[in-house]
């Protein structure tokens, strides 16, 4: 493989690093092909493993990892937040908490009290991969079933009509960038229909950058401050829906991933680029 391919074949995020290190003299090491990152200035080391960079501590990364403890931790502050709640495999109700009662009559509870439109996820995912989206007492045991078989934690929430779904990105304090998340639409007989009821630019959602002067910029980042600082964390990504009038926290992201938005624009790399620009520099203050 010649060196213009290789360089094809790196993730976005490597070569926007390489670029930001080559202009900051950053000496920076790629192992475990470029998953794991070493950057390295005036004795200094920082490290980032896949999109989570080491200014983070683990416990704030791990409980942005989690949506069910982001949910608690929040819940807790007073922060509104997307209830998650957590369903574990059976297996691990039994041998590591040695409980005999299983998680049924507790999920379809809460799947009732939802009228059965509540939404599954793998507890650790992200990118709107693997969700489940049920309307019926047989659509949730076929999906938790087919679930389990996959992950050992599931994270259950109600099915809201969101309105809109905005990302925050956070560094220490402060916002660098929000954008909404406009899902795919057509139009039907003179109306706006949405293709799409999920926001993820993966899924084919457009950014559309927002006004920092805007009322929703001001509610949407005052917010994502809030649930930030809650759990102390220093650099993140955080999805904020409007619900019936309501902000609330949908969930917080260790990893910050651009790829899918620097991806979209060269004005949009370049502010992705300026936003890890900041977070390399705060390793080496």
């Known amino acids: 493989m010649n060196k213009e391919q290789e360089n094809k074949n790196k993730r976005p995020l490597v070569k926007l690093l390489q670029e930001i290190t080559k202009e900051e003299g950053v000496e920076m090491k790629t192992f475990s092909r470029d998953w794991i990152i070493t950057l390295e200035k005036n004795g200094k080391v920082g490290r980032i ?10 416990f704030s990364a791990k409980a942005a990892q989690d949506k069910v403890a982001t949910t ?30 299983g998680n049924w009559d507790f999920v379809k509870d809460f799947a009732k009290k939802h009228d059965y439109k509540i939404v599954l996820k793998p507890n650790n995912g992200g990118g709107g991969n693997g969700i489940e989206f049920v309307n019926s007492e047989i659509d949730l045991e076929i999906a938790i079933q087919d679930m389990h078989s996959k992950n050992r934690d599931i994270a259950i929430s109600p099915r809201l009509d969101i309105n809109e779904e905005i990302r925050c990105i956070y560094l220490d304090g402060e916002i660098l960038l929000a954008y909404k998340k406009e899902r795919p639409s057509e139009i039907i007989d003179g109306e706006k229909v949405f293709t799409s ?21 001001r509610q949407a980042t005052e917010l994502a401050i809030k649930a930030s600082e809650a ?55």
Do not use: C, W
């Open 197 to 217: 009821n999920q926001h993820n630019l993966s899924k084919g959602a457009e950014p559309i950058i927002l006004d920092p002067g805007s009322d929703e910029y």
């Open 49 to 58: 493993f896949g999109y989570n960079f080491s200014l983070n501590d683990s």
């Open 72 to 101: 608690l931790l929040l819940q807790d502050e007073n922060i509104p937040v997307l209830e998650h709640v957590l369903v574990s495999h059976p297996r691990i109700l039994k041998d590591y908490y040695g409980r005999e009662e």
């Open 231 to 285: 759990i102390g964390i220093r650099f993140s990504s955080t999805d904020v829906i409007l619900v019936n009038g309501e902000y609330k926290i949908l969930e917080i992201n260790s990893g910050v991933f651009m790829n899918n938005f620097m991806g979209y624009s060269e004005e949009n790399y370049s502010i992705a680029k300026e936003i890890h620009r900041r977070a390399l520099q705060k390793m080496f203050d």
